[in-house]
């Protein structure tokens, strides 16, 4: 296994940097990067908490209407035991829904995203079908609809709830899209999104070189998400979209986080594999103007660091 900062001479950037392009853009929180390395996990979830404190405090909802919907990414399983892990992906969502429910969030406002669709109980409890690692590899536009009638079915047995989306990998960057479609909705029309957080997403597109990591997790792939991806990455024009995005979701009082490891060797693959030609894509996981915009880094094995 390969330790990610052993022995190399780290990038330049503080162990944790937040920055925030709408409120103060000096603000910044450091950690060691010794205690980083003993705890990712438990850093990511405390990283992901103090985002969602920033990013709701400005919402004033009634007790109870707030949902944060947690959507795993590529390659990814779920069962009667929650959504598996990956040989890249752990289930880092359970460690967040416990320091939330820490600070008093109520578990029963934590759901699940599921690729396979769901439905709401007679309770009003969201109950997640179970999905396989292949049903991830979808075109966005197919994954919306599963994820846009979740929205629809839990709203209607919830009446004003207000959704947060957290997504991490293909998840951070299906969320962003949904957040993006739901500024462009009339207001009639509104699925009720008002915070968005991206953890690790590959926002801006990535290289073809990364599907020699994915090719690692064991799926029957068809490479259509993989392929999206790619495509966005060689778009010129996805810069300016996501430009026109991002500033439609402020406006519309959708605020977005970005949160990503810039030691992650997914999208930053030379740094665990140096010697190659890999493309670093580490700032695929980044939008300028995000409310809040969270770089760090988090030393660990090089398959555990996306």
């Not at 795993?72 to 992906?89: F, H, K, P, R, W």
Request: proline residues 6%.
């Amino acid at each position: 296994m390969l330790e990610a900062g052993s022995g190399d001479t780290p990038p330049t950037h503080p162990a944790s940097d937040i920055r925030s392009s709408r409120a103060d853009p000096a603000s910044s929180i450091q950690r060691p990067a010794s205690a980083l390395k003993r705890r990712p996990f438990r850093t990511l979830a405390a990283l992901a908490l103090m985002t969602l404190v920033l990013l709701t405090a400005g919402g004033c909802f009634p007790r109870g209407s707030r949902v944060v919907i947690f959507v795993q990414g590529i390659y990814t399983s779920y069962d009667a035991n929650g959504t598996q892990e990956t040989v890249l992906e752990g289930q880092r969502f359970n460690v967040i829904k416990n320091a939330f429910v820490a600070k008093g969030y109520d578990r029963s406002a934590l759901l699940d995203f599921s690729y396979a669709g769901g439905s709401v109980g007679l309770d009003g409890t969201w109950l997640p079908r179970p999905y396989s690692c292949d049903q991830t590899d979808r075109f966005a536009a197919d994954n919306l609809v599963v994820l846009e009638q979740m929205l629809r079915d839990y709203a209607k047995a919830h009446h004003n709830t207000h959704f947060t989306l957290v997504g991490h990998s293909l998840g951070g960057y299906l969320a962003f899209l949904e957040g993006a479609r739901d500024a462009q909705r009339p207001d009639g029309d509104k699925l009720g999104i008002d915070a968005v957080v991206t953890i690790d997403a590959p926002l801006q597109g990535a290289d073809a070189d990364k599907k020699v990591i994915l090719d690692l997790v064991p799926c029957d792939k068809t490479y259509r998400a993989g392929a999206e991806i790619v495509g966005q990455k060689l778009d010129p024009g996805t810069p300016e979209l996501r430009r026109t995005q991002t500033d439609a979701m402020a406006q519309h009082g959708i605020r977005l986080a970005t949160l990503g490891n810039l030691w992650d060797c997914l999208w930053n693959t030379g740094y665990c594999l140096p010697g190659g030609t890999w493309v670093d894509d580490s700032g695929t996981q980044f939008l300028p103007g995000a409310s809040i915009e969270n770089a760090y880094t988090i030393p660990s094995g090089a398959l555990f660091s996306h």
